[in-house]
């Protein structure tokens, strides 16, 4: 799964890397973001814009906002099929532009699970591929949210964890905000990035808090020094 991620570069460098045109949103940087918060993505709307939806993605049809707790993300596998994704797959795609997402690599050792960031070894940002919709309460009040995709796990994804985001090639934003990209070559687009070109490394667990936000989060985590003689059992 996809639960937390980064999106740490200024505004300029996410309107140039994206060609947007119009930014209506404007929350950076964002160092530990979580779901059910409001969060940057890009849709075509005659042009690119930048908006601010929550992530968490909720069905037009949903009777209670609650669900989109459960709908964070989407597997590429199904989204074809489940309920909460066909509409959205046909008419509602977006970007989520990131420079690094968290997960969690359980470990053998005392440590448990230890927080890690993958990022482009290029140190870019990259867009990971969404879906949204629209949800109004009995009041008309609206509230617009996404969910993200995933799919199967790299080769440097594997030795962490068995899901990782659908990162596009900027070739493949083009088509996943195209309106006319027939479903098959939108499809195609949802598989693992390139293993080579991206590289991951451990993180302070004050990311395990989604109330930090501070660049902390996304530092390398201390080494750790190895163990003294005179620390030995005899």
């Known amino acids: 799964m996809c639960g937390r991620f980064t999106l740490a570069s200024d505004l300029s460098t996410i309107l140039k890397r994206f060609l947007i045109e119009k930014a209506r949103a404007t929350p950076m940087p964002l160092y530990n973001i979580a779901p059910a918060q409001q969060v940057p993505v890009i849709l075509n709307d005659g042009g690119r814009v ?3 939806f929550r992530w968490g993605l909720i069905p037009s049809w949903a009777k209670e906002p609650a669900i989109g707790q459960k709908l964070i ?3 590429a596998e199904t989204i074809r099929e489940k309920p909460g994704f066909q509409r ?10 990131a420079d690094g997402f968290y997960e969690w690599k359980l470990t053998r050792t005392s440590k448990g699970k230890i ?17 949204w919709d629209s ?4 009041e008309g009040r609206e509230i617009r949210s996404f969910t993200i995709i995933t799919t199967e796990p790299n080769a440097l994804m594997q030795t962490i964890h068995n899901r990782m985001p659908a990162l596009l090639s900027p070739r493949d934003e083009a088509v996943w905000l ?8 939108l499809v195609q687009a949802l598989k693992p990035y390139p293993a080579e070109e991206m590289e991951a490394y451990e993180v ?31």
Not at 135 to 138: E, G, N, S, T, V
Request: charged share 25%; glycine share 2%.
């Open 178 to 185: 195209d309106p006319a990209a027939e479903a098959s070559h």
């Open 135 to 138: 949800w109004k309460d009995a």
């Open 204 to 234: 302070s667990k004050a990311v395990n808090h989604v109330r930090n936000n501070s660049p902390h989060c996304i530092e390398p985590a201390a080494p750790q020094p190895p163990p003294s003689l005179f620390d030995a059992a005899p």
């Open 73 to 75: 993300n989407a597997r």
């Open 88 to 97: 959205p797959f046909q008419r509602r795609r977006c970007l989520v532009p």
């Open 115 to 131: 927080p890690m960031r993958i990022r482009l070894k290029s140190r870019e940002p990259f867009a990971m591929a969404g879906l």
């Open 50 to 52: 930048l908006m601010e």
